[in-house]
């Protein structure tokens, strides 16, 4: 880094200061936060195994069954030798069939099945149903921002310490529709796992991962400053490691010419003229479509620390983020129109935690009329903004910010509420001044 910044050192400094919390602490609890591709899956299969070869074992706490797969599989290649415990639901199909190929791997539906193993994983649902055992000494607590507070109620007679790690700025998975009885008590069910275990236990030590290796330079500023002002971040790379080139020039329009802001920038603004538009706005649509197919169609090609030779930008490293399901239907319907297959089409909610080269946004307040609390959840935008390892576009139709000042917020003001900061309203307009410098209009 040109300003002596070390982010291999600074990402093992506080790597061996959670390593050292969980092994040698006191604390019953420890909370991690993990900026997006920090390396917090990394982060989660260090600490098991190192619990484990102390001779300490723990149980693993996911919030999906494909969180719960991955780990597995991810502690299987770091020590195949280690015996390692899948708790699954009864259902016909439990868990991913790649575990079956696992020799070091046990699968099974009760708990007392698996007792014994140095680790045993599940999700917080099935968790939940265990009764009946001895508390493992240790718990880990993956995407603990994800889980609800409630949840973690219902677990935690099953450990008796535990490492919390998650991603503040990422969206929660439950609804915030009607849990306004609940707002301001200390067990509010909605509110997060973390959020409620800090309220209960703020002595607990509290460590962040500081760098983000998914983020390239160019993103990694923006993306802290908007969504992580209290956990700042800097990017594993620096300006100029990472480099999208075309093998095919431009050929004038506006798709071309955003594709080619992007790659020199790492940000690319589509804008269409302000309106009012239905959420599955065709022209919006038909203009996101029309920039997956020509970065395709051009040859993209990424450069990065990964590997010194241009790797070729194919569809599955493409991905288009949107609001909503209907709105990602469109876009996928526009993209077969055009003979395009391969690339991830999907919500913010389903994008989470996964990573590509290049993403196409449609922006949430795209065409809107009114920006509602859905709309300006700082965790849409946060997740829409944070996938991609070398370039972002924005396809936006004008009019955003002053729709932004025209809708102040008009949510009201809970007693013992913690206001969650930066509110969305703020973290657009930041996003957004930042996108205009990077602006190409569409139709010229």
């Not at 015996?83 to 007392?112: Q, T």
């Not at 909605?190 to 991962?209: C, D, G, K």
């Not at 990602?328 to 913010?348: I, K």
Request: hydrophobic share 45%.
């Amino acid at each position: 880094m040109t300003d002596g910044f070390d982010p291999g050192a600074a990402a093992g400094r506080a790597t061996a200061q959670i390593l050292d919390d969980t092994l040698n602490g006191t604390a019953r609890g420890i909370v991690v936060d993990s900026p997006p591709g920090a390396g917090k899956s990394t982060l989660v299969v260090r600490a098991a195994l190192e619990l484990a070869a102390a001779g300490r074992p723990l149980m693993v706490v996911a919030q999906t069954n494909a969180q719960v797969d991955d780990l597995v599989v991810r502690l299987a290649e770091k020590d195949p030798g280690l015996p390692v415990g899948r708790l699954h639901s009864s259902d016909s199909d439990p868990y991913d069939k790649v575990l079956d190929g696992l020799a070091n791997v046990r699968k099974s539906a009760k708990a007392a099945d698996l007792a014994g193993l140095d680790i045993v994983i599940s999700t917080a649902a099935k968790w939940a149903h265990v009764k009946n055992v001895e508390p493992w000494g240790h718990a880990i607590v993956d995407e603990a921002y994800q889980m609800r507070s409630d949840a973690l109620l219902a677990v935690a007679g099953l450990f008796e310490r535990a490492l919390f790690v998650g991603d503040p700025g990422q969206l929660d998975p439950f609804s915030i529709v009607g849990a306004d009885q609940w707002a301001g008590l200390s067990y509010d069910p909605s509110a997060s796992a973390v959020t409620t275990l800090l309220a209960h236990n703020p002595e607990l030590p509290q460590r962040r991962l500081p760098v983000s290796w998914r983020l390239p330079a160019s993103a990694a500023r923006l993306v802290s400053d908007a969504f992580y002002p209290y956990t700042p971040f800097r990017s594993g790379t620096d300006h100029g490691d990472r480099l999208l080139s075309f093998g095919v020039g431009s050929d004038g329009s506006a798709a071309d010419r955003v594709l080619d802001e992007a790659a020199e920038s790492g940000w690319g603004l589509l804008e269409l003229p302000a309106r009012h538009t239905p959420r599955t706005d065709p022209e919006a649509v038909r203009a996101v479509a029309t920039v997956v197919r020509r970065l395709l169609d051009r040859g993209g090609a990424a450069t990065s620390e990964r590997s010194p030779d241009p790797a070729p930008v194919t569809a599955d490293r493409v991905a288009v983020g949107t609001a909503h399901r209907d709105q990602a239907a469109a876009v996928r319907a526009a993209l077969a129109e055009l003979g395009v297959t391969g690339v991830a089409v999907d919500t913010a909610n389903r994008l989470q935690g996964r990573e590509f080269d290049v993403t196409v946004v449609l922006h949430p307040l795209s065409g809107r009329p009114d920006a509602t609390a859905f709309h300006l959840e700082t965790g849409r935008l946060c997740v829409l903004a944070s996938r991609h390892r070398h370039a972002c576009i924005v396809v936006c139709r004008a009019g955003v910010a002053e729709l932004l000042d025209e809708h102040p917020s008009t949510e009201p003001v809970q007693l013992g509420v913690t206001v969650k900061f930066p509110d969305g309203w703020e973290a657009n307009h930041r996003v957004l001044a930042h996108l205009a410098e990077h602006r190409v209009r569409w139709g010229r």
